[in-house]
C-alpha cells in the first residue's frame, strides 16, 4: 500500500505534541535537512512491532545523511506503556504522544501509517500497514528522497 | 403531456411505496429495540442482547454479545499481547455485574513475527451474566449502558481500536 506523491506539493498538516519528556514539538522542530519520516502508531499494533525494527534500522543508516524520523503514538491510553516498550526492543527513534484528534488530523485508519516528507515537509509518499518486504520499498523512498 | 408525467410519477411512487415494504421489512425486525443492540462497523458486526426484556429486585439478567468479524478481519483473544475484544458494563448499583465468558479462541500464525496469537475470525458469542440487585422503588426503566472494546487486523494491517458504546432501557416490574 505505498502510495507515492500523495498529491503534488502536499504538506502534512502541522502538530504541536509533546515528547516523553514533556517538551512540545511541532512538525517545523522535527524536519530532517532532507527527509523526515513520520509514523503513526501504537504500542499494541502487531504490524508497528512487525515493521519497528526494520524502520528503526533505516533510521541508524540515514540518519547522518539527513533523515528524521518520529513516531506519533494514536492511542493516547497506550502513552503509559511506550516508555518500557521503547526500552524493551532498544528503539531511539523519538515518540512524540498524539492525542484523541490526531487519527482524525492525519487521515489514519489504521496503523502503522507512514509519511515521507521532504525538507519542507511536503509528502512525497504514504503507506499503510506493513508485510515483509515493505521496508525495501520503503528505503528506495528514503535513498530517493535524501538523493543529492 | 400531463397524464404521461401523471403516470409516470405513479409508477415511482409505486416502486417508492414497495422498496419502503421492503426495507421496512427487512431492518425491522421482530424484536424489542430496547434490550437487542445492533451496530456494523468496519471490522464487524454485532448484537448485544440483554434477556429477559424485564428487571425485577433480585432478577438475573444474561447478556449475550454475538460479533461476526468482517472478511479477512480478526480480533483478539485474551491471553496475548495485544487488544483483546471486551464488553464492559458501567457500575450500576442495581447491577451485580460478573467477568465475561469468552468461547475458545483460535490460533492464527501472524506471518510478520512468526508468532502464534489467538483471535476470533468466525462468528463467537461472548456471554455475561447479571445479577439484579435492588431498583428503587420509583424507577419505571432501568438502564444499563457499557461497551464493546476491540482492535482488528487483517492480514496487513491493524486498525485503530474501537469503542462501541451500548445503551439497553429495561422495564421494571414489581
Known sequence: MLSPSVASAEKLKSFKLKTLDGVEKTLPDVLGSKATLVVFFFPTCPYCNAAFPKVQKLYDSYREQGLSMVWINVVPDEQTLIADWRTKYGYTVPVLLGGRSTPNDYKVRMTPTHYLLDARGEILSKQDGFNPGDEVRLEQQIQKALAP | ?174
Open chain 2, 1 to 174: 403531456m400531463k397524464s404521461g408525467w401523471s403516470s409516470r410519477f405513479r409508477r415511482r411512487w409505486l416502486r417508492s411505496l414497495a422498496l419502503l415494504v421492503t426495507l421496512s421489512t427487512v431492518c425491522v425486525t421482530p424484536v424489542n429495540a430496547d434490550i437487542i443492540v445492533a451496530r456494523n462497523t468496519p471490522h464487524l458486526s454485532f448484537t448485544a442482547a440483554l434477556s429477559p426484556d424485564v428487571v425485577k429486585t433480585g432478577s438475573r439478567l444474561s447478556l449475550i454479545v454475538d460479533v461476526t468479524p468482517k472478511k479477512r478481519m480478526h480480533v483478539y483473544a485474551p491471553g496475548t499481547n495485544y487488544r483483546a475484544i471486551t464488553v464492559t458494563l458501567n457500575r450500576n448499583p442495581s447491577l451485580k455485574l460478573s467477568k465475561a465468558v469468552y468461547p475458545k479462541a483460535e490460533i492464527y500464525i501472524f506471518k510478520p513475527l512468526q508468532e502464534q496469537v489467538l483471535v476470533y475470525s468466525q462468528p463467537f458469542k461472548l456471554k455475561m451474566n447479571i445479577g439484579v440487585g435492588q431498583v428503587p422503588r420509583q424507577a419505571t426503566r432501568l438502564k444499563v449502558t457499557g461497551t464493546l472494546s476491540y482492535q482488528a487486523c487483517d492480514d496487513r494491517v491493524c486498525y485503530l481500536p474501537e469503542s462501541v458504546p451500548l445503551e439497553w432501557n429495561l422495564a421494571v416490574v414489581r
